[in-house]
């Protein structure tokens, strides 16, 4: 079984400053997804950004990008010139990419990230 | 492009009751699956539904099923309700397989268990 840990429960950073999200997995599979999600208030689970396990190019979506080491089983989250509107629960999560994503997704427990104006 | 929709958004039921909630996907998806998410245990998937079959299956007792339609609407059903099914319920959608562009969320149907 696979498994998906986020060290920190709550991070608070000023508006337009850069955070980074932790996010570290477990697994034997070679072949996966990883994914990090966004959660507002709302409670609607937004994609943030997507990265597949067989490619060494980071993903980047605009202001959001990962860092994902394969070895380490490491896959942080950075955002860039953060706006109040980045204040949400973000959570990491993995995939399985063969048997059909039998487990679906495997999320961590999540980051609370709050932007002070 | 209509997103995910789910219904209803909030649920008070009595323990021992039981309960259905809906949830119909982006037009053209065929995949649904169900998460449950709670402060305790986090996020949890619970089944995949796919053409109408159920694919994949969490690790959830017998009293959670669910179905899909021939229009890719999905129902998920939870039967004598427990205080520890308290929580909120999320739907996703996606295309076929989850990893190709992930899963688009709908924003979920929270239940109380009283």
């Known amino acids: 079984a696979q498994t998906v840990t986020q060290s920190q429960p709550e991070m608070s950073v000023q508006e337009a400053e850069t955070v980074t999200l932790s996010c570290t997995y477990d697994?034997?599979?070679?072949?996966?997804?990883l994914f990090w999600y966004k959660q507002p208030p709302s409670r609607q689970m937004i994609l943030v950004i997507r990265q597949e396990a067989y490619k060494q190019q980071n993903a980047t979506e605009n202001r959001f990008s990962v860092n994902f080491q394969k070895a380490a089983k490491s896959f942080s989250l950075k955002i860039s010139d953060s706006q109040l509107g980045d204040t949400a629960m973000y959570f990491c999560?993995?995939?399985?990419?063969?048997?059909?994503?039998?487990?679906?997704?495997?999320f961590g427990k999540g980051t609370h990230l709050i932007i002070q104006p | 492009k209509a997103g995910v929709t789910q219904t209803p958004r909030y649920l008070i039921k009595t323990r021992g009751q039981q309960v259905t909630l809906s949830c119909s996907p982006i037009?053209?998806?065929?995949?649904v699956s169900w998460y449950q998410q709670t402060p305790g245990q986090g996020l949890q998937f619970l089944f995949e539904?796919?053409?109408?079959?159920?694919?994949n299956k969490g690790n959830f007792p017998g009293r959670f099923s669910g179905r899909q339609f021939s229009n890719s609407r999905s129902e998920m059903n939870v039967s004598t309700l427990e205080l520890g099914d308290s929580a909120l319920y999320l739907c996703a959608s996606s295309g076929n397989r989850g990893w190709d562009y992930g899963y688009t969320f709908g924003s979920g149907t929270r239940l109380t268990v009283v």
């Open positions: 999560a993995f995939m399985k990419g063969s048997g059909g994503g039998a487990d679906g997704l495997t």
């Open positions: 697994t034997s599979e070679n072949n996966y997804y």
């Open positions: 539904y796919f053409s109408e079959t159920q694919r």
């Open positions: 037009s053209g998806h065929r995949s």
